[in-house]
Every structure is written in structure tokens, then in C-alpha cells.
């Protein structure tokens, strides 16, 4: 199976197969490894020991909806220790 850069997955499923989703998810996290498959491809994921986790919720009347991301570096970013140049 190839490997893949992005990954993309949308069902419609009972609260408790999202539930297990969520559950399956919070191994991986805990795991240290992410692997998502389908038929076209694979893409494994290592976060580190801090995520960034943003989670966000609304309520439009007629639609509701939770948004849950997490986020990591793999290698340590770059950070100057001057200004940038600016032009004036």
C-alpha cells in the first residue's frame, strides 16, 4: 500500500460508533501513533508529548457542531534571535 502526505475521511455515523472513533483516536494519541488507512493509501503519524488542541463549538439553530484539532511539530522550529529587516 502507498504512503500518503494527506489523509481525508467523512462518514455519517450513531453516536456510538463516534464514540469509538473517539476512543480509538484517544489510544493513538496516548500511543504515540497514528495510523489512518483506506484503500488508496496509508499515512502514519508520531505525535510528540505536547500537542497543540484547539476545540471550538457552536450552535446555529438548525446546526451544531464541535470541532476538535490537534497539532505537533516533528522538528523543532527555527527562531532568530534578531528583528527582521523592515523597509521604510
Same mark, same amino acid.
Given at each position: 500500500m502507498k504512503s500518503k502526505t494527506k489523509f481525508s475521511h467523512d462518514s455519517l455515523l450513531d453516536r456510538n460508533a463516534t464514540k469509538e472513533l473517539l476512543e480509538a483516536l484517544g489510544k493513538a494519541v496516548k500511543k504515540g501513533q497514528l495510523e489512518f488507512?483506506?484503500?488508496?493509501g496509508e499515512i502514519?503519524?508520531?505525535p510528540n508529548n505536547l500537542l497543540e488542541?484547539?476545540?471550538?463549538a457552536s450552535d446555529e439553530g438548525d446546526k451544531q457542531e464541535v470541532e476538535? *484539532?490537534? *497539532?505537533?511539530?516533528t522538528q523543532q522550529k527555527t527562531v532568530y534571535d534578531k528583528p527582521p529587516k523592515i523597509r521604510t
Open positions: 488507512q483506506e484503500s488508496e502514519l503519524l508520531s488542541v484547539s476545540v471550538r476538535v *484539532k490537534l *497539532k505537533w511539530r
